[in-house]
């Protein structure tokens, strides 16, 4: 049995349909099996290329028909030869002929006027300026978005190589950067007489923002040591969440793009939003003069986290040999005589003063946290002590004193807010650490990145974790979600 599909074009402008041969098969009635039944998936692509190539060059030669004479005074054009023009879709790479073409005369005076050289152009090369299928283009940077390059080159059958993946991405991503608004130091706008006259704002918007670090390149230098990507989430109960990320040191707009994170989830001028971050200079200056209602709050898990750093420390400290060890016996008399000598505090002391400063911190009191903060950090500053370990324990306490003096103001009562359900910790911003750069940048694929290709990449992995890469793509190009499929019922109608 030969089976033959063929494809049929049907043209108002031409007389009668086209037909032109895609290709035949040829299947045993007699010896059937369950492998032999049905399209193999090798003659499955052969057939869906060669329908690709059959329709894509039907569309160009029409085209090009329709391009041959001058809008304006109807003169056909004169010929100027042909070239050869490559159109990668998603079903294979099509070779195309462009056909060039002169200028007329009324439009060769214009040319001459503008003092551009160009007498002859191409129809098809001037409607074709990206090379590339938009779906096909979307593939590739959803695809790159989620796995390596050279994985998605494997899955994509070597139509693209990694370098074409990576320009592709960068061109997306710079298409994207190039739609956004300009950076500004305040996006606050209008007067608290125009925020009363807005609708009754929704609940709080929740956002936090931490960063994680990523191997670097520099050029040839594969061990350029590490550069940092701040990512965020925004969170409200009525939408899905909204992530954002960049390159704390490349780009140009990051204050931006926390707005409009934040703006795309329907943010108002009299909603309240809260902050929460890990203290850190970029990112507590990122949040600022982003909304008249903002609360800024100091993340309670990284403050335990350094507290937890400190306990650990003090084990360090409750072991040294000068303390586990037995004393040199001293004659009475000078025992008597010796005035008595400022000693480091005990395990227990320490874990005691610790626990107190968490206490304290909890409630708010940021006052009492730091006057016993202070008096841990004079209990292990003795002249006499020279022992490393108590040394560093003492460089974390001052650390940890600097740490929470410079974020005081943004220490609140996290017992209340527990127990009334509200949001303490950036925990989800973690995961969202996890999702946005560990999984693709750090963990398994262990790549060193330019500061240019990881901000380019996570801008294109950002859409596609917030589900808006489809529809930024049907922005650019309105007949990806617009393209009608005729069925035999639309026909017989």
């Known amino acids: 049995m030969k089976i033959t599909i063929q494809v049929m074009i049907e043209d108002d402008a031409m007389p009668q349909a086209a037909k032109a041969g895609v290709i035949s098969i040829e299947r045993s009635v007699e010896d059937l099996r369950p492998e032999t039944l049905g399209l193999k998936l090798d003659e499955a692509k052969e057939i869906l290329a060669e329908i690709q190539t059959v329709l894509v060059t039907a569309q160009a030669t029409r085209f090009q028909e329709r391009q041959c004479s001058c809008p304006d005074c ?12 490559t159109f990668r879709t998603l ?18 005076a214009k040319i001459r006027r503008q003092g551009q050289k160009q007498l002859s152009f191409s129809p098809l090369a001037k409607l074709l300026l990206e090379r590339t299928a938009p779906e096909f283009l979307y593939l590739q940077t959803k695809w790159v978005a989620v796995m390596s390059y050279g994985r998605t080159a494997e899955l994509l059958e070597k139509r693209s190589s990694t370098a074409t993946l990576s320009g592709h991405v960068q061109q997306v991503a710079t298409r994207v950067d190039g739609e956004l608004g300009e950076e500004q130091c305040s996006f606050i706008e209008g007067c608290p007489q125009e925020w009363e006259k807005l609708p009754e704002p929704a609940e709080p918007l929740v956002m936090g923002i931490d960063g994680g670090y990523v191997h670097a390149r520099e050029g040839q230098n594969h061990k350029a040591g590490f550069f940092e990507i701040i990512v ?10 909204k992530r954002f990320g960049f390159v704390n040191t490349y780009d140009t707009k990051s204050k931006r793009r926390v707005y409009e994170a934040l703006k795309s989830q329907g943010m108002q001028m009299n909603q309240q939003v809260i902050f929460l971050s890990d203290g850190g200079d970029d990112v507590r200056n990122l949040q600022l003069y982003l909304s008249p209602f903002a609360e800024h709050i100091l993340d309670w898990f ?25 004393k040199k016996m001293q004659p009475r008399f000078e025992q008597d005589e010796e005035e008595p000598s400022p000693s480091i505090p005990t395990l227990e002391e320490l874990e005691h003063q610790l626990e107190r400063i968490k206490w304290y911190l909890w409630h708010g009191n940021v006052f009492r946290a730091l006057q016993v903060g202070e008096d841990l950090e004079e209990d292990l500053d003795l002249p006499e002590q020279k022992n490393v370990t108590i040394q560093k324990m003492l460089q974390a306490v001052r650390e940890f004193n600097g740490y929470i003096t410079a974020n005081e103001h ?26 946005v750069i560990s999984k693709r940048f750090v963990k398994k694929q262990q790549m060193r990145w330019t ?43």
């Open 74 to 85: 109807r003169t056909p054009y004169q010929k100027n030869g042909t070239h050869q023009l």
């Open 91 to 108: 079903f294979g790479t099509i070779k195309l002929t462009s056909q060039r073409f002169y200028a007329c005369s009324c439009h060769q």
């Open 232 to 241: 965020g989430k925004s969170m409200t109960g009525e939408q899905s969440s």
């Open 302 to 326: 990284h403050i335990t986290m350094r507290l937890t750093v400190l306990g650990q420390l003090t084990k360090g400290v409750a072991l040294r040999p000068e303390v586990t060890g037995k």
């Open 410 to 435: 943004y220490i609140v009562n996290y017992g209340d807010r527990y127990r009334n359900g509200e949001t303490i910790s950036t925990a989800f911003v973690e995961s969202t650490v996890n999702e």
């Open 451 to 493: 500061k240019e290709g990881a901000h380019g990449l996570l801008q294109v992995r950002i859409q596609v974790l917030n589900d808006e890469l489809q529809q930024t793509f049907s922005s650019w190009y309105p007949g990806m979600s617009e393209t009608p499929i005729a069925t035999e019922n639309d026909k017989a109608a």
